[in-house]
């Protein structure tokens, strides 16, 4: 299969390319050609490995791609580093119509989502510089709201000719988060703080991606750039095996028929794990309505409400950091797909985000019928709300109550926006479809264990690692936190340097000489 860009001005690739270049060269993001139909129900029973080659070979594999034997090793390599033999299990609370399916996605080996693509992507790497036939060294620049840079440093540490980079706000992430990435072993990781937010890190990326003169002295050198982030098709596509093996899971639990769709629900901020939802759903996996879940930086959710999205304003710090995000990467994929691949259009709308940081991109369509020609109809659906940090963390505690369920501060935003989708607060009053519904929980609680320790009613101790273990002896957990968490109290800080944003590009040329 070959990949274009939504910006419409570089040509197409094959799979092996995209992968490498993470981001096309006139500045927009791979998209496939097409979506390739799925057989969902020959899947229904299958093991992740076999759902997952099933769900990314057609994109992966043949014509400029990747050996299809080495995709199905390397799904089997990075499944191996899971806690649990399903990867991604289910874990079902109530019954019938208001069931929620709580999609765990933070068993791997740093307990967040992001470990279902970075335990993989190292090898999709690999398998693409074989496919390349590309010398010398990938350098993996990667902007992190918290969890993509620690699941980047572990998936690529000690990975032969590559070097990966991860810059992280000092600010913008949670205590556990910041010791997991500035305590990384690894003879080819660095790790850069930054003083700004995610936004800064993101564009501070995309900038050294832009900078001609920058590649080329990193070319000199023998360096070819590629990316860990969601901008990386290499990110998306093994995110949307989980919706496959969610929905699996449902129907294996008898909470929903062959052919009846189920809800899904994001607490996102980059948009991409929704829009792995939405080609899962074109891909014709039984998915009903989207909803984006956002906190108190609710830019996602005004733009679905009101066609214009303004990214002029203040980053709000909150209890949900992987969540604070002002320019939402994927939502430049999104826009590509629900306009008839309108190139024009997309790139229009990024130059102004970028030039003014505000776009309006008019009514979004509602009904297939709005949609433009050539637009796909089943990627369209998408509601969004907000939750406050005191709503998150109100539901936070219900849920412990009412099902003996913890979960993180993100999680928790998803849950308390499907609660308002399913009373009709995000569809003008109008009730929607009583079904299931598949929320991401896409972290641990033990990653914020004081956010969560104060939802549940009790003050965190000065030492976070003590917090840690009272979180688990308050919530009833006899597993206690995890080990990959726990562990962290012994472990020698790394990583200690902060620079400023403009630093950014010759810093990170400084840190490769050493």
Same mark, same amino acid.
């Given at each position: ?11 197409a690739v094959g799979a092996a390319r995209a992968v490498l270049d993470g981001l096309a060269p006139d500045g927009g993001l791979y998209v496939p050609e097409r979506i390739e139909p799925l057989d969902v129900e020959s899947l229904l029973d299958a093991p992740w490995a076999e759902v997952a080659t099933a769900v990314m070979a057609p994109y992966l594999t043949g014509e400029g791609g990747l050996p299809a034997d080495g995709l199905r090793e390397a799904v089997e390599a990075a499944a191996a580093r899971f806690e649990t033999e399903e990867v991604v299990p289910l874990t079902v609370l109530g019954e019938a119509d208001g069931t929620i399916g709580l999609l765990e996605l933070f068993h791997g080996p740093t307990h967040a989502f992001k470990d279902v693509a970075l335990t993989l992507l190292p090898h999709l790497v690999t398998l693409a510089r074989t496919a390349e036939g590309q010398q010398g060294t990938t350098l993996v620049l990667t902007a992190t709201s ?199 259009? &997309?790139? $229009? +709308?990024?130059?102004?985000? =970028? /030039? !003014?940081?505000? *776009? @309006? ?7 297939? %019928? ?81 956010? &969560?320790? $104060? +939802?549940?009613?009790?003050? =965190? /101790? !000065?030492?976070? *690692? @003590? ?7 308050? %919530? ?39």
């Open positions: 299969m070959r990949f274009t860009s939504t910006r419409g001005q570089a040509p918290g969890d993509t840079g620690k699941a980047a440093l572990e998936g690529f540490k000690d990975v032969p000719d590559t070097e990966v980079v991860v810059l992280y706000p000092t600010e913008g992430v949670s205590f556990m988060q910041k010791q997991q990435m500035r305590t990384q072993a690894g003879g080819n990781v660095h790790v850069l703080g930054i003083h700004g937010d995610f936004d800064d890190a993101q564009r501070a990326v995309k900038a050294l991606f832009a900078d001609a003169g920058a590649r080329e002295r990193l070319t000199g050198r023998g360096y070819a750039v590629s990316s860990a982030n969601s901008i990386n098709l290499g990110r998306l596509l093994p995110q949307m095996v989980y919706y496959v093996t969610g929905y699996a899971a449902l129907r294996r639990a008898g909470m929903v028929a062959a052919g009846e769709p189920v809800d899904v629900v994001v607490p996102t901020g980059n948009f991409g794990n929704l829009l792995a939802a939405t080609w899962a759903r074109a891909a014709g996996v039984p998915l009903g309505t989207m909803v984006c879940a956002t906190n108190e930086n609710r830019v996602l959710a005004d733009f679905f409400a009101t066609g214009t999205y303004d990214a002029r304003r203040g980053l709000v710090r909150t209890d949900s950091p992987s969540m604070d995000i002002l320019v939402s990467s994927n939502l430049e994929r999104f826009l590509h797909d629900t306009s008839g691949r309108d190139s024009d259009r &997309v790139r $229009a +709308a990024m130059a102004q985000l =970028a /030039d !003014e940081r505000v *776009f @309006d991109w008019g009514a979004l369509p509602g009904e297939p %019928a709005d949609l433009p020609e050539g637009a796909d109809a089943s990627r369209h659906r998408v509601v969004a709300g907000t939750a406050t940090g005191e709503q998150a963390a109100a539901t936070l505690r219900a849920m412990h109550a009412e099902h003996g369920t913890l979960v993180d501060p993100h999680t928790a935003v998803a849950l308390d926006v499907l609660a308002q989708y399913r009373r009709g607060d995000l569809t003008g009053g109008q009730q929607p479809p009583a079904r299931p519904a598949l929320v991401a929980a896409t972290a641990s609680p033990y990653k914020f264990a004081p956010a &969560v320790l $104060a +939802a549940l009613g009790h003050e =965190a /101790d !000065e030492d976070e *690692f @003590d917090t840690l273990v009272r979180l688990a002896t308050t %919530a009833g957990d006899e597993r206690g936190a995890p080990l990959g968490l726990s562990s962290l109290r012994d472990a020698a800080v790394l990583h200690e340097q902060v620079v400023e944003v403009p630093e950014v590009p010759s810093t990170i040329e400084e840190v490769l000489h050493r």
